[in-house]
Every structure is written in structure tokens, then in C-alpha cells.
T-cell receptor, first 111, second 113 residues
Framework: SQQGEEDPQALSIQEGENATMNCSYK?????LQWYRQNSGRGLVHLIL?????REKHSGRLRVTLDTSKKSSSLLITASRAADTASYFC???????????FGAGTRLFVKA | DAGVIQSPRHEVTEMGQEVTLRCKPI?????LFWYRQTMMRGLELLIY????????DSGMPEDRFSAKMPNASFSTLKIQPSEPRDSAVYFC???????????FGSGTQLSVL
């Protein structure tokens, strides 16, 4: 079963704009991760934020985590056409073994 | 490193046939995961292994599904007999000891006619 929900389900923006995706989860977590999937390919890890962190940056990516609301957001700044993909949040349970994925957000960046 | 290797890349079979999907994790990784992806249900965790031992198979949909990991470098997911509703992309992923991020294979696109 899936851990959480993501919104929006789909997002279409112009190149250069920022894209924000949100994720909610249900249970206590060890960490929260974001992955990217290009059409027909496997998922690729983007960034991880631990349960005791509130914000993390990596290049054009910014992730926030609010454990009181059980939610996270992924911001991609200055988007490019090559950012077109599906983005998934994933959570590890407190045991650190089991990684469960959300439903994903499909991002389309128009050139 | 070659990454996680899955085979076959595509599989087309007829209902009732046995299907075997294969996965070679990244060398040195000790956890292996099988996921199934469909439009309707998204990415579902089917089963995961730690040090070749199945830890949680609660996501395996039915007794028709079985998974094995006979050694640290090989795992199989078997469906017998297959049904059209098993059509999906099946992913294998691995992670190392103490590691937190998953490395995914390219997936097997399964079509059961």
C-alpha cells in the first residue's frame, strides 16, 4: 500500500518558472526522499531529508519537511525542459528498511 | 559499477504461463526490493530482502507470486500462473548496508495476454 499522497497529480509550466510539488505521508518516518522517473525508465534518487531536518538544498532543488503536518514539498527552481518527468516522494519507516512511494507528480516543462 | 540489472527488459506471455523476472543488485548491496508499477496503483512494494532473507512479503498480491534470493547477487520474482491483471512494470532496487537511497534497475515491462 502507498504511504502518502502527492499533489498536484500533474503540473505544466513554462521553462524558467519554478515548480512546487507536495507530499503527505501517514506514519512516523526515519527520512523522506524524492525520486525522479523519466518515461519508461527506473527511478533515480534526487535528495533525502531526515526526520530531524526542516529544509535541504541541492543545486536547483529545495526540499522542506514538516513532521508535525506529515508533509514535504519539493521546489525546482528555474525549470528546464529536461526536468520533464514524474517525481515521487518516498518514506522510510522508523526501522529504516521499508521504503514506500507516493503516487507521484507528473511535471511537464514547456520550452 | 553496472548498476542494478534486470532481465528481461520486456516480456509478453499468455495467461496461465509461468513468468520469471530476474535481478542482479549492485555488488555489495545487502537489501533488495521488488516493486510493481501500474497507472492505477502506482508503485507498490511487493517484497524486500535483507542479507538474502525475506523480511516483509506483505505486499505480494497472491500466492501466485513468489520471490527468492538464493545469494547476494541474484533474485527472482516468479508469477505462476500469470493473469492479464499482472501486466505492469516490475522494478528491482537495491541499497547498501546503512544506505538510505535506493538504486533502481530499468524494469521489466510485463504484458500478459
Amino acid at each position: 500500500s502507498q504511504q502518502g499522497e502527492e499533489d498536484p497529480q500533474a503540473l505544466s509550466i513554462q521553462e524558467g518558472e519554478n515548480a512546487t510539488m507536495n507530499c503527505s505521508y501517514k506514519t512516523s518516518i526515519n527520512n523522506l526522499q524524492w525520486y525522479r522517473q523519466n518515461s519508461g525508465r527506473g527511478l533515480v534518487h534526487l535528495i533525502l531529508i531526515r526526520s530531524n531536518e526542516r529544509e535541504k538544498h541541492s543545486g536547483r532543488l529545495r526540499v522542506t519537511l514538516d513532521t508535525s503536518k506529515k508533509s514535504s514539498s519539493l521546489l525546482i527552481t528555474a525549470s528546464r525542459a529536461a526536468d520533464t518527468a514524474s517525481y515521487f516522494c518516498a518514506t522510510d519507516d522508523t526501522g529504516g528498511f521499508k521504503t514506500i512511494f507516493g503516487a507521484g507528480t507528473r511535471l511537464f516543462v514547456k520550452a | 559499477d553496472a548498476g542494478v540489472i534486470q532481465s528481461p527488459r520486456h516480456e509478453v506471455t499468455e495467461m496461465g504461463q509461468e513468468v520469471t523476472l530476474r535481478c542482479k543488485p549492485i555488488s555489495g548491496h545487502n537489501s533488495l526490493f521488488w516493486y510493481r508499477q501500474t497507472m492505477m496503483r502506482g508503485l507498490e512494494l511487493l517484497i524486500y530482502f535483507n542479507n538474502n532473507v525475506p523480511i516483509d512479503d506483505s505486499g505480494m498480491p497472491e500466492d501466485r507470486f513468489s520471490a527468492k534470493m538464493p545469494n547476494a547477487s541474484f533474485s527472482t520474482l516468479k508469477i505462476q500462473p500469470s493473469e492479464p491483471r499482472d501486466s505492469a512494470v516490475y522494478f528491482c532496487a537495491s541499497k547498501g548496508t546503512g544506505g538510505e537511497k535506493l538504486f533502481f534497475g530499468s524494469g521489466t515491462q510485463l504484458s500478459v495476454l
